[in-house]
């Protein structure tokens, strides 16, 4: 489930294009860093097979500064060898609680409150487990290039309850998970926090 060509493409061109128009004075060089940011638009309107542009187009439009990638942070929260999943509205499947990490919070701070706005259950965060590339780990193609942040950490305390984002939240055994969102976690992920859960003295992995 690799990204395809053109979604690399479009990624290039749009980063391209964001940190020109960040740092440019040249009134002709912003003018094609502009063009530049269309191209990139219908590359990726056109490899999605989207009827226009104009939604990519807005999206990157959105986007200002220098162009890094976006920071997803994720909680394999465990209770008496189960993990904690949600299950997200969007989708109607299951994932570790999370989602994009806000200026001005500290990543496990930002882990943690994820797990509670998500699930309703407090968590103590352990382990930095993994920072993982989007890209390299069988996640389905998305438009903007994604790091991911796993934290381990120990359920304790709270009540499962529904948020504007997910519906449920269950601790499941390894061997008895739901169908998982793979845009936010696969399977694999999910197995490589059990292991750090049997082994503690793991190393953080990282791409």
């Not at 806000?102 to 352990?126: F, K, L, N, Q």
């Not at 304790?156 to 739901?178: C, I, K, V, Y």
């Not at 197995?191 to 992995?205: G, R």
Request: a negative charge.
């Amino acid at each position: 489930m690799s990204n395809p060509q053109w979604l690399t493409w479009a990624r290039r061109l749009q980063a391209i294009s964001q940190s020109g128009l960040t740092y440019c004075q040249d009134k002709f060089d912003i003018q094609r860093y502009h063009e530049i940011r269309d191209i990139a638009a219908e590359i990726a309107a056109t490899g999605a097979e989207l009827p226009s542009a104009a939604a990519v187009h807005d999206l990157f439009s959105q986007q200002s500064g220098y162009a890094t990638p976006k920071v997803d942070v994720r909680v394999a929260a465990f209770r008496d060898n189960r993990i904690l999943l949600v299950r997200e509205l969007q989708d109607g499947l299951w994932t570790l609680p999370g989602g994009w990490a806000d200026v001005g919070e500290p990543p496990s701070t930002a882990a943690a409150r994820e797990a509670r706005e998500e699930s309703g259950y407090d968590v103590r965060i352990t382990k930095l487990a993994a920072v993982f590339d989007r890209n390299l780990h069988g996640h389905p193609p998305y438009i903007f290039h994604t790091y991911k942040l796993f934290f381990l950490a120990e359920v304790s305390g709270g009540t499962p309850q529904n948020s504007h984002e997910t519906a449920d939240a269950q601790l499941f055994p390894q061997d008895r998970l739901p169908p998982l969102s793979l845009t936010r976690v696969t399977p694999s992920q999910i197995a490589h926090m059990f292991e750090h859960l049997h082994h503690p003295d793991l190393p953080t992995s990282y791409d």
